[in-house]
T-cell receptor, first 113, second 113 residues
Framework: KQEVTQIPAALSVPEGENLVLNCSFTDSAIYNLQWFRQDPGKGLTSLLL?????REQTSGRLNASLDKSSGRSTLYIAASQPGDSATYLCAVGNSGGYQKVTFGTGTKLQVIP | EPEVTQTPSHQVTQMGQEVILRCVPI?????FYWYRQILGQKVEFLVS????????KSEIFDDQFSVERPDGSNFTLKIRSTKLEDSAMYFC???????????FGQGTRLTVV
């Protein structure tokens, strides 16, 4: 059974800092990995999608990497801004069965002005 | 850009009542899913649906729940005899072919009072 863990659970940083969010998964049989942002009480906003054959994806100040063999992904946020404050979710697309998505526990980020 | 649409965005119901959550997946997609997120917890898989039948379900998806694709465009989740603990955000997702991205709707917040 796939388990997805995110560390840290919460993070508070001053504005302008670069930061790294970590995601680990137990079963490397995945076809993609996705990072989402979730604001309090709101839905899921897709940030980056990495196919299992890829090593990284970039969008603006965000960079996500994937090491499938070791079961790890990182989300790098450059020059953090208060508007980045949200919960960040890692989600893996499982290769087996009907390819359900398994979500991580989330990292709650607060960027202090 | 095509998107998964969920209605209503928020529904309040009395305990013991039946509710139907509605989703319109992306039009040419073949695989459909429901997920649930209880407040403060992680997003959990409920059920997957393919070729007009349930393909996989979690232990959460008991006889209280049912899914249907009544008309080729809508995908519904019915919850019978709602309980307080059914209060959660419910997300619908759809996917085209195998090994492609799953697209998520913005969720329906269900509050059982």
């Amino acid at each position: 059974k796939q388990e997805v863990t995110q560390i840290p659970a919460a993070l508070s940083v001053p504005e302008g800092e670069n930061l790294v969010l970590n995601c680990s998964f137990t079963d490397s049989a995945i076809y993609n990995l996705q990072w989402f942002r979730q604001d309090p009480g709101k839905g899921l906003t897709s940030l980056l999608l990495i196919q299992s054959s890829q090593r990284e994806q970039t969008s603006g100040r965000l960079n996500a990497s994937l090491d499938k063999s070791s079961g790890r992904s990182t989300l790098y946020i450059a020059a953090s801004q208060p508007g980045d404050s949200a919960t960040y979710l890692c989600a893996v697309g499982n290769s087996g069965g009907y390819q359900k998505v398994t979500f991580g526990t989330g990292t709650k980020l607060q960027v202090i002005p | 850009e095509p998107e998964v649409t969920q209605t209503p965005s928020h529904q309040v119901t009395q305990m013991g009542q039946e509710v139907i959550l509605r989703c319109v997946p992306i039009s040419n997609h073949l695989y459909f899913y429901w997920y649930r997120q209880i407040l403060g917890q992680k997003v959990e898989f409920l059920v997957s649906f393919y070729n007009n039948e349930i393909s996989e379900k979690s232990e959460i998806f008991d006889d209280q729940f049912s899914v249907e694709r009544p008309d080729g465009s809508n995908f519904t989740l019915k919850i019978r005899s709602t309980k307080l603990e059914d209060s959660a955000m419910y997300f619908c997702a759809s996917r085209g072919e195998m090994n492609t991205e799953a697209f998520f709707g913005q969720g329906t917040r269900l509050t059982v009072v």
